[in-house]
C-alpha cells in the first residue's frame, strides 16, 4: 500500500503498492510531519519522554561507508535506530515490512531479489547479517504475541472490470499461519477481502485492512476480528485505510487515513470503534505516510515525506532525493514531537511498515 503519487487520484493500492515499494527500494524516497492546530503550545511544555528500544525501518540511507571519500546510496537496507541519539546500525539488506520478535532478538521481513518479491526471511537482530529464508507462504509478516508463530497474507490482484467501474473486490487474500521457523502453514478462516495488519497482544484478535467496500481497491477500511474470523467488527468509516497497528496493551489501535480532498493523516481509535481521534494530518505539502507504537505505547513513530507540486499544480511524489523522508517522535496525543536524526546518515527513501522493540 502507497500513497497515489497525485492527490486526485486517492488510493494506497495494497497490492500494486508492493510492486511499487520494490521498485522504490532500488531507487529511493522519505517523509515529514505536521500537528493538528493547538499542539504547538503542548509540544513546547511537555518535557521530551525518554524514548526506549529501537526503531526498525526499511529503505534507502545515504552516508559515506568506513574508507571511501564519498556518501554513497544504500539502497533497500534495514536498519535499527536508537531513537534517543540517532545512531543507527545495518541489520541486513534487501528487505522490507519488517517486524522483530517479541523478545527483541529476531526480525522477520519480506526479501526482494532482482526487483522480485522471493518469500519471508528471517535474521537475528544485532546486524550479523545471516538472513535465511522460512516460507514461500504470504507476505508482510506479523509476529504472535508468545514469538513461536507468524501470520502472513498472500495477496492477489484480481483483473479490472472492462469499461466500467469496479463492482466487487480489487484484491483475493489468504491468510495463513505458520510456526515461527516458517514449519506447519494452516491457512486462516479470515475473508478473503481482508489483510491481515497487526495481532493484538492477548493474541485474541487481527486487526484486518477490508477491501469489502466501495470504491473497491481504494476504499479500504480497518475491521478488527477474532483470530478465527469471527466477532468481526468495523473501526473505520470513509476515505482510504491502512497499516493498523495494536497498541502495546491492546486497548487502541493506530493506522493511516486518507481522503481526495484532507490528504493523509494518522488517527487512533480505541479497539470498541469509540474515541476516534486525528494526531497528525497532511499540512501544505508535508504528508504522514505510516505510524507504529513505542514498546511502552506512549509515544508512536510516524514516517513523513514533502510532496512536489507538478506544472498544473497537482501533488506528486517524483524524485524521493527531494521528498524529504524522515521519521518524527511524538506522544501518542501528537505532541511534543521531534525529528529523528541519522548519526552521519540521510534518508532518501523511508518504508512505510516499521516496528519499534
Known amino acids: 500500500m502507497l500513497l497515489p503519487t497525485s492527490r486526485t487520484v486517492p488510493g494506497l493500492s495494497r497490492r500494486a503498492g508492493v510492486a511499487i515499494v ?20 503542548a509540544q513546547q511544555a511537555q518535557a521530551e519522554p525518554k524514548s526506549k528500544g529501537r526503531i526498525f525501518v526499511s529503505g534507502t540511507v545515504r552516508y559515506k561507508p568506513e574508507g571511501k571519500d564519498e556518501e554513497e546510496n544504500h539502497f533497500g537496507l534495514i536498519i535499527a535506530i536508537d531513537p534517543a541519539t540517532g545512531k543507527w ?35 537475528d537482530t544485532q546486524g550479523s547479517n545471516n538472513p535465511g529464508k522460512i516460507s514461500d507462504k504470504g507476505s508482510r509478516p506479523i509476529w504472535s504475541p508468545d514469538g513461536k508463530q507468524l501470520v502472513t497474507t498472500n495477496q492477489e490482484l484480481l483483473p479490472e472490470e472492462k469499461d466500467k467501474k469496479r463492482t466487487k473486490p480489487a484484491w483475493k487474500d489468504e491468510s495463513w499461519k ?60 470513509g476515505g482510504l485505510n491502512c497499516y493498523a497497528r495494536f497498541s502495546p496493551d491492546g486497548k487502541q489501535v493506530a493506522y493511516l487515513h486518507q481522503t481526495a480532498k484532507e490528504g493523509n493523516s494518522v488517527w487512533t481509535v480505541d479497539v470498541d470503534g469509540k474515541n476516534a481521534r486525528e494526531i497528525i494530518k497532511e499540512v501544505n505539502l508535508a504528508s504522514p505516510d505510516g505510524v507504529f507504537w513505542s514498546p511502552d505505547g506512549k509515544q508512536l513513530a510516524v514516517i513523513l515525506f514533502d510532496w512536489e507540486m507538478d506544472e498544473n499544480g497537482k501533488r506528486i511524489l517524483r524524485d524521493p532525493t527531494n521528498a524529504n523522508y524522515r521519521i518524527e517522535i511524538m506522544n501518542a496525543d501528537g505532541s511534543n514531537r521531534r525529528e529523528l536524526k541519522l548519526a552521519d546518515a540521510k534518508f532518501i527513501h523511508i518504508g512505510s511498515q516499521g516496528d519499534w522493540r
Open 89 to 123: 546500525q545495518k541489520i541486513t539488506e534487501g528487505g522490507m515490512a519488517g517486524r522483530v520478535s517479541p523478545d527483541g532478538q529476531t526480525l522477520v521481513f519480506d526479501r526482494w531479489e532482482n526487483g522480485q518479491r522471493s518469500g519471508i526471511w528471517n535474521c
Open 178 to 237: 505458520i510456526d515461527a521457523d516458517g514449519g506447519n502453514p494452516v491457512k486462516l478462516p479470515i475473508p478473503d477481502t481482508d489483510s491481515i495488519d497487526d495481532w493484538s497482544p492477548d493474541g485474541k484478535w487481527f486487526v484486518t485492512c477490508s477491501d469489502r467496500h466501495a470504491p473497491y481497491g481504494r476504499g479500504y477500511q480497518i475491521y478488527i476480528m477474532k483470530s478465527d474470523g469471527s466477532e468481526q467488527r468495523r473501526l473505520t468509516q
Open 22 to 41: 520494490a521498485a522504490a527500494l532500488l531507487t529511493c524516497l522519505l517523509p515529514t510531519i505536521h500537528a493538528v492546530p493547538g499542539q504547538a503550545k
